[in-house]
Nanobody, 121 residues
Framework: EVQLVESGGGVAQTGGSLRLSCAAS????????FGWWRQEAGPDREVIAC????????HYHSSVKGRFTISSDAAKRTIYLQMNNLKPDDSTVYTC??????????????WGKGIMVNVSS
């Protein structure tokens, strides 16, 4: 059974940094699309960073571009989200996900349970 487990969340001050990790069991991120979503106000999630295997592109939400960086370590079966210059508006639940080549556009197959980030002002 594929499991994605997030870690690294918690509390940070405005302007500070956190690095989220997402470790996969029985799963390789190689040749997969993968990314990070966060909870909006309400039931929806918004994609904030996604690496697509279609055209080898990386997408960032405009609100995090230049502050957040997505990366992966294939040997560790882990993806990361480095979050710098954090703002109170970044406070929410973050969830990692992975899927097929078009996952960034058409939906992901596997999801973590999410992890909380709180940014104090």
């Amino acid at each position: 059974e594929v499991q994605l487990v997030e870690s690294g969340g918690g509390v940070a001050q405005t302007g500070g940094s956190l690095r989220l990790s997402c470790a996969a069991s029985d799963f390789s991120f190689e040749q997969r699309s993968f990314g990070w979503w966060r909870q909006e106000a309400g039931p929806d999630r918004e994609v904030i960073a996604c690496v697509s295997q279609m055209g080898d592109k990386t997408h960032y939400h405009s609100s995090v571009k230049g502050r957040f960086t997505i990366s992966s370590d294939a040997a560790k079966r882990t993806i990361y989200l480095q979050m710098n210059n954090l703002k109170p508006d970044d406070s929410t639940v973050y969830t990692c996900a992975a899927g097929g080549p078009s996952g960034c556009y058409n939906g992901m197959y596997f999801w973590g349970k999410g992890i909380m980030v709180n940014v104090s002002s």
